[in-house]
């Protein structure tokens, strides 16, 4: 069974930073690229990064580049964004997603 569980989420203030964390188990993903996403309510989940899961390759939206990083752990079978300069317009439930799965989300929250 594939399960993706996001954590790292969380209240912070605009200029703040957030690292998320995707695990992921049940199966490898050699081959697929694992996303980042986000959601505002009311509105189309966003692409926000992606990574190879294996070999190289990232890539980033527009309004993230230069203050967010994505990077994986290979041995641990996780996935990561680290979030800096967050701005209010970042706030969104976060998530992951690699093939035909998703997690559950995590909410990220910036203070203005």
């Known amino acids: 069974q594939v399960q993706l569980v996001e954590s790292g989420g969380g209240l912070v203030q605009t200029g703040g930073s957030l690292r998320l964390s995707c695990a992921a188990s049940?199966?490898?993903?050699?081959?697929?690229?694992i996303e980042w996403f986000r959601q505002v309510p009311g509105k189309e989940r966003e692409f926000v990064a992606a990574i190879m899961w294996s070999g190289i390759g990232t890539y980033y939206a527009d309004s993230v580049k230069g203050r967010f990083t994505i990077s994986r752990d290979n041995a641990e079978n996780t996935v990561y964004l680290q979030m800096n300069s967050l701005k209010p317009e970042d706030t969104a439930v976060y998530y992951c997603?690699?093939?035909?799965?998703w997690g559950q989300g995590t909410q990220v929250t910036v203070s203005s």
């Open positions: 997603t690699v093939d035909i799965y």
């Open positions: 049940g199966r490898t993903f050699d081959g697929y690229f």
